[in-house]
């Protein structure tokens, strides 16, 4: 299918006076919504350097800042505190998060020719992804794509054989960027579809925690698993279309609509794990064989404003409606209901070098959301002060393992970071701070049952990034950099126990940038080192998809070392990465309880640019 679009020959294309096709990162332009929604003036193109290629698992993607099963393609849970984005109501389920594009992750573009970004990894231990984005010019005005993404892990703990699958996952979209060539009217409309589909290893088989040793805890492979049996899934299907007339410069109106169905499933046989199934439930209520659990949300959005510029200052105004329905196997929650909003967001922006913006949004039932952003060359800086609604799974649920009937207020959280932006010709420097406080919040206790917090929680940070650059040639600008992150975190307040969070968190780099074989081949080669301190993290419940507070299984502090090398020639990239090369010999680490952290591997990747 690749061979037939990419000779899918293109009705606008560009040529010199010699007919030589000019095509490149320079032609392609990549086009975000928030471009168009927000009038943005920004023009950007498809990434064509080294830095970074070898990360390729969500959790390298992700700055290691989530907590995972140990494997790519798993549920995630955000290590550090985020601020909900939505004030209105949610399903709950929100493990898979990290792998759904939203609307706004969605890159439209403008090539001018046929267009395919590939990219094929072949990870150690049965680890592998594809990331295939393919885009052509219809016409000047029209672009049609497609993309794929396909994740498959085969187990790290507990493996019955080869191809022993641990995750497969794949999303696929299809896209449309239309812009009217004489009227002011553009499009953005997009189809996808998400499946992910686990086998849940429960995490390793541990008889005696205290007393076990690294022996006990490293085998990996060879490791008892707690759950033999068990398969979630998760799939999402979503429509999105974004379209805009702009009457005049002062004055424009725009329609966002969507449509957002997602279903979630688990089931468990004690017929096939009749020696874990029993312990590891703490509770049977409906079935002592068999587990099955579902949940269906299903959401259709539309926002309706007006925008325009005003000299510098920008401006859009809108209202939002969002018609819900959500249903679980045992409990239907709620009856369909409607969501209304009405929000503004507002900017200022003055020679591309200060920018100041605010966004405020109110739901009819009183929860909402203000937020504001000031970035300069020197400083930068957000408030953001949000009311929100608790989810339905944390207030009714009854399943074979779990039953819960709450009634919670609405949680609050109000949080203030900053810093400073310092550059010289070698080093950069970027102090910042974050102090949030967080009443009323919700979250899963040491039994995994849904509870609200009445007392406060106060997570305080400090830390930023420091960057050394050394040239080594001049003319072809080799560097050495060294470039760090690193963060203090501290909980506080009679709520601090519910909120867990390493105290230390670092990140580093440090590797060569240069040119080799008279200067055709650029390559980067170095370390990325990844640690943090010890902590009581989450646990995880398959059965419900939920992250949970624990207080037995200590995760010490670790440092982990990735060795890479990457070139590249032309539009081609390749990678070679040694995964924790400083892996001690029947040890590891872990980094959630009972799912220890990626062992020692190597991983392959290639990413090829085609414009023709």
Same mark, same amino acid.
């Given at each position: 299918?690749?061979?037939?679009?990419?000779?899918?020959?293109?009705?606008?294309?560009?040529?010199?006076?010699?007919?030589?096709?000019?095509?490149?990162?320079?032609?392609?332009?990549?086009?975000?919504?928030?471009?168009?929604?927000?009038?943005?003036?920004?023009?950007?193109?498809?990434?064509?350097?080294?830095?970074?290629?070898?990360?390729?698992?969500?959790?390298?993607?992700?700055?290691?800042?989530?907590?995972?099963?140990?494997?790519?393609?798993?549920?995630?849970?955000?290590?550090?505190?985020?601020?909900?984005?939505?004030?209105?109501?949610?399903?709950?389920?929100?493990?898979?998060?990290?792998?759904?594009?939203?609307?706004?992750?969605?890159?439209?573009?403008?090539?001018?020719?046929?267009?395919?970004?590939?990219?094929?990894?072949?990870?150690?231990?049965?680890?592998?992804?594809?990331?295939?984005?393919?885009?052509?010019?219809?016409?000047?005005?029209?672009?049609?794509?497609?993309?794929?993404?396909?994740?498959?892990?085969?187990?790290?703990?507990?493996?019955?054989?080869?191809?022993?699958?641990?995750?497969?996952?794949?999303?696929?979209?299809?896209?449309?960027?239309?812009?009217?060539?004489?009227?002011?009217?553009?499009?953005?409309?997009?189809?996808?579809?998400?499946?992910?589909?686990?086998?849940?290893?429960?995490?390793?088989?541990?008889?005696?925690?205290?007393?076990?040793?690294?022996?006990?805890?490293?085998?990996?492979?060879?490791?008892?698993?707690?759950?033999?049996?068990?398969?979630?899934?998760?799939?999402?299907?979503?429509?999105?279309?974004?379209?805009?007339?702009?009457?005049?410069?002062?004055?424009?109106?725009?329609?966002?609509?969507?449509?957002?169905?997602?279903?979630?499933?688990?089931?468990?046989?004690?017929?096939?794990?009749?020696?874990?199934?029993?312990?590891?439930?703490?509770?049977?209520?409906?079935?002592?064989?068999?587990?099955?659990?579902?949940?269906?949300?299903?959401?259709?959005?539309?926002?309706? /404003?007006?925008?325009?510029? #005003?000299?510098? %200052?920008?401006? =859009?105004?809108?209202? +939002?409606?969002?018609?819900? &329905?959500?249903? @679980?196997?045992?409990?239907?929650?709620?009856?369909?209901?409607?969501?209304?909003?009405?929000?503004?967001?507002?900017?200022?922006?003055?020679?591309?070098?200060?920018?100041?913006?605010?966004?405020?949004?109110?739901?009819?039932?009183?929860?909402?959301?203000?937020?504001?952003?000031?970035?300069?060359?020197?400083?930068?800086?957000?408030?953001?002060?949000?009311?929100?609604?608790?989810?339905?799974?944390?207030?009714?649920?009854?399943?074979?393992?779990?039953?819960?009937?709450?009634?919670?207020?609405?949680?609050?959280?109000?949080?203030?970071?900053? /810093?400073?932006?310092?550059? #010289?010709?070698? %080093?950069?420097? =970027?102090?910042?701070? +974050?102090?949030?406080?967080? &009443?009323?919040? @919700?979250?899963?206790?040491?039994?995994?049952?849904?509870?609200?917090?009445?007392?406060?929680?106060?997570?305080?940070?400090?830390?930023?990034?420091?960057?050394?650059?050394?040239?080594?040639?001049?003319?072809?600008?080799?560097?050495?950099?060294?470039?760090?992150?690193?963060?203090?975190?501290?909980?506080?307040?009679?709520?601090?126990?519910?909120?867990?969070?390493?105290?230390?968190?670092?990140?580093?780099?440090?590797?060569?940038?240069?040119?080799?074989?008279?200067?055709?081949?650029?390559?980067?080669?170095?370390?990325?080192?990844?640690?943090?301190?010890?902590?009581?993290?989450?646990?995880?419940?398959?059965?419900?998809?939920?992250?949970?507070?624990?207080?037995?299984?200590?995760?010490?502090?670790?440092?982990?070392?990735?060795?890479?090398?990457?070139?590249?020639?032309?539009?081609?990239?390749?990678?070679?990465?040694?995964?924790?090369?400083?892996?001690?010999?029947?040890?590891?680490?872990?980094?959630?309880?009972?799912?220890?952290?990626?062992?020692?591997?190597?991983?392959?990747?290639?990413?090829?640019?085609?414009?023709?």
């Amino acid at each position: 299918m690749v061979l037939i679009f990419m000779s899918w020959t293109s009705m606008s294309q560009i040529v010199d006076d010699s007919t030589k096709q000019v095509y490149s990162t320079k032609t392609t332009k990549i086009v975000l919504e928030s471009f168009l929604k927000d009038n943005k003036k920004i023009e950007i193109h498809p990434d064509s350097t080294l830095y970074n290629l070898e990360k390729f698992t969500a959790l390298e993607i992700a700055g290691d800042k989530y907590q995972n099963l140990g494997n790519n393609g798993t549920a995630m849970f955000p290590m550090f505190y985020t601020v909900p984005n939505e004030i209105g109501r949610t399903s709950g389920f929100n493990a898979y998060n990290f792998y759904a594009k939203s609307s706004d992750d969605f890159q439209y573009y403008d090539t001018k020719s046929p267009f395919i970004n590939l990219m094929v990894v072949f990870g150690g231990e049965g680890r592998s992804v594809v990331d295939m984005a393919f885009s052509r010019n219809v016409t000047e005005n029209w672009n049609f794509g497609f993309d794929i993404y396909r994740i498959t892990s085969d187990k790290q703990i507990g493996t019955s054989g080869q191809q022993d699958r641990n995750v497969i996952g794949t999303n696929f979209d299809v896209y449309t960027y239309f812009q009217h060539p004489e009227k002011p009217y553009s499009l953005m409309a997009h189809v996808m579809n998400m499946q992910f589909d686990i086998e849940e290893t429960g995490g390793i088989q541990v008889d005696n925690l205290e007393l076990a040793t690294n022996a006990d805890l490293f085998q990996y492979q060879d490791s008892d698993i707690r759950l033999a049996d068990a398969q979630a899934n998760e799939n999402r299907r979503t429509l999105h279309l974004f379209h805009e007339y702009n009457w005049t410069k002062p004055l424009q109106f725009y329609h966002e609509f969507d449509v957002i169905r997602k279903k979630t499933g688990y089931q468990d046989l004690k017929a096939g794990s009749a020696s874990t199934y029993d312990s590891f439930y703490n509770h049977i209520l409906i079935d002592q064989d068999t587990t099955y659990e579902r949940s269906e949300w299903t959401e259709v959005a539309n926002e309706v /404003g007006i925008k325009g510029d #005003l000299a510098n %200052l920008f401006y =859009r105004i809108y209202l +939002r409606r969002r018609d819900i &329905d959500f249903d @679980m196997l045992y409990l239907d929650p709620t009856a369909k209901f409607s969501e209304n909003f009405l929000g503004g967001y507002t900017r200022f922006d003055w020679r591309e070098k200060f920018n100041v913006e605010a966004q405020a949004e109110i739901l009819q039932s009183g929860e909402y959301k203000l937020i504001g952003n000031l970035n300069s060359d020197f400083i930068f800086g957000s408030y953001k002060s949000v009311r929100y609604k608790p989810s339905f799974f944390s207030e009714q649920y009854f399943g074979n393992h779990h039953e819960w009937s709450n009634s919670f207020n609405s949680a609050f959280v109000n949080e203030i970071s900053g /810093g400073l932006q310092l550059k #010289l010709n070698f %080093l950069k420097i =970027r102090p910042q701070a +974050r102090i949030s406080t967080n &009443d009323q919040f @919700m979250y899963f206790d040491q039994f995994m049952l849904p509870r609200q917090s009445n007392e406060l929680a106060i997570l305080s940070s400090i830390g930023g990034d420091f960057d050394l650059k050394l040239i080594t040639n001049k003319t072809y600008k080799d560097a050495l950099h060294f470039e760090n992150e690193f963060y203090f975190t501290n909980v506080s307040g009679n709520g601090a126990d519910n909120i867990r969070v390493p105290e230390l968190f670092y990140n580093g780099k440090l590797y060569w940038d240069g040119f080799i074989f008279k200067k055709t081949t650029q390559v980067e080669i170095g370390v990325n080192a990844h640690a943090q301190s010890g902590y009581y993290g989450m646990d995880y419940a398959p059965e419900v998809q939920q992250f949970y507070l624990q207080d037995e299984f200590f995760i010490d502090r670790y440092l982990t070392l990735d060795f890479f090398l990457s070139m590249k020639v032309q539009n081609v990239r390749a990678f070679l990465n040694w995964t924790y090369v400083n892996q001690p010999t029947d040890g590891g680490y872990f980094i959630t309880p009972y799912y220890p952290g990626q062992s020692q591997v190597t991983g392959l990747g290639v990413r090829w640019l085609f414009f023709d």
